[in-house]
């Protein structure tokens, strides 16, 4: 394949934003070579300003569980935006859209829009300190939950129970209020409360880890997480950015059987347009302003063109009584097929896998934690993914990423991928 205009495109790019991209991991960075430019993208596939066609197992990094310009979305923001862009003031949908996420996902009775996952997240901690009068969060090492500066905190030097900022900018101040566990560790977490007595507000996890490849919960984690954060009085969020109706229409919660007290959404809710939520039950909800103490705005919250897009994606989602059953029966079909020809080629790896997400790590650990996932082999993902890409399969430029599997893949499709497996990892 050919690169020529998207080399072109990123080098005038660079002259004028940083990077050359909007957001970093776009940069190709951990992979090398120079990023793909999209002109177009329908159902599964992408089409770039060179003219190759890729089957995306991407997918906007979540969004578009229906597939690329899904023609319910299009037209809907099409049509709303035939009646102005912005207000800036209450409009209808807004309150038809938050109806019916909160009818879909359990354990909610109130719902705010936001423009990004960071901005979710952002603000469910400023929820949860507000509510509980406490200052400490705890993340979990490996979990990212958008760019803000509680949240951008690596492994504590030292002391482990206090956190350290992994990029200027952030404050010491900021990472101290920041302790680090580890994923599916729950001794971890139990250290931290006895260490931090009454002063941890809230306990923050995405409920299957998306952000260093795909890692599940191991049985029980969630649960044991849930009773600590009972005896603690700590409120636990669940950070759904990837997992919200995606995994099941209630998302993690529904899938595990777990009740959060803090929900955070971003992607698939918003259809593919900027659009970030955080949810909880009306006690907590209402300390918000305007009603409650705690702030948070925004000029371009629950932008029309974003809930008409998000109102149709969810109402496609709600209607579809099988989809949830077509994915998982589509991503364990495309599990299958890997783990035969990577075993064939006698490469050495894991696969972990829920629903549609799925990732492929080569390392012989099992993959459940940022330590184990940063053991994967780099060179040999790089390997892969320029294989892979050359025979029109785009996956993440990074092994910390998860693949999305949309309802618009094919089984011919994910026939074609295995076999771009199995020639891209043959020694
Ligand atoms: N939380 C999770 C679990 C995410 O995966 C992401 C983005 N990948 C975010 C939060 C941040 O969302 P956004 O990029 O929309 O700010």
Not at 5 to 16: G, N
Not at 89 to 97: A, F, H
Not at 157 to 162: C, I, R
Not at 359 to 387: I, L, M, R, W
Request: aromatic share 10%; with cysteine.
């Amino acid at each position: 394949m050919l690169y020529q205009r998207s080399s072109q495109l990123f080098i005038e790019a660079e002259k004028v934003i940083p990077g050359g991209v909007n957001s970093p991991v776009r940069a190709f960075k951990s992979v090398g070579g120079t990023p793909i430019y999209v002109k177009e993208a329908k159902g599964a596939y992408l089409f770039d300003e060179d003219g190759n066609k890729y089957i995306d197992y991407i997918n906007s990094w979540g969004p578009m569980l229906l597939g690329h310009s899904y023609p319910p979305v299009v037209n809907a923001v099409i049509e709303k935006a035939k009646k102005g862009t912005s207000f800036g003031m209450p409009t209808e949908i807004e309150t038809e859209i938050a109806a019916l996420a909160v009818s879909m996902v359990p354990n909610i009775d109130k719902i705010r829009f936001v423009n990004s996952g960071t901005e979710a997240c952002m603000s469910a901690i400023r929820l949860a300190r507000g509510f509980t009068g406490k200052e400490k969060i705890i993340k979990f090492r490996g979990c990212y939950h958008g760019h803000s500066d509680s949240f951008l905190i690596s492994a504590g030097s030292g002391l482990s129970t206090f956190g350290v900022p992994n990029s200027p900018g952030v404050t010491k101040g900021t990472a101290h209020d920041t302790l680090l566990a580890d994923y599916n560790n729950i001794e971890s977490v139990k250290n931290l409360f006895l260490e931090n007595p009454d002063e941890i507000a809230c306990v923050i996890i995405e409920p299957v880890a998306g952000n260093m490849g795909c890692v599940p919960p191991i049985e029980g984690f969630l649960e044991s997480l849930r009773k600590v954060c009972n005896e603690n009085k700590a409120l636990l969020i669940f950070d759904e950015v990837m997992t919200g109706f995606r995994l099941a229409k209630g998302g993690a919660q529904e899938l595990f059987g777990i009740a959060a007290d803090i929900v955070c959404f971003g992607k698939v809710i918003g259809g593919g347009l900027p659009v970030g939520a955080f949810a909880a039950r009306a006690e907590i909800m209402d300390y918000l302003a305007p009603v409650g103490p705690v702030y948070q705005a925004g000029t371009l919250s629950g932008n029309p063109l974003a809930m008409a897009a998000g109102l149709a994606m969810l109402t496609a989602i709600n209607e579809d009584e099988k989809l949830f059953e077509r994915l998982e029966e589509k991503g364990a079909y495309l599990e299958k097929g890997l783990t035969e020809v990577l075993l064939k080629n006698n490469r050495k790896f894991v696969i972990n896998r829920i629903g549609s997400m799925i990732s492929v790590f080569f390392c012989e650990n099992n993959v459940v934690d940022f330590n184990s996932a940063a053991k994967a082999d780099t060179p040999e993902f790089k390997s892969f993914f320029h294989g892979l890409l050359q025979r029109g399969i785009y996956i993440a430029p990074s092994s910390y990423e998860t693949w999305f599997l949309t309802d618009a893949l094919t089984y011919e499709d994910i026939n074609f991928t295995i076999e771009a497996v199995a020639l891209a990892t043959q020694s």
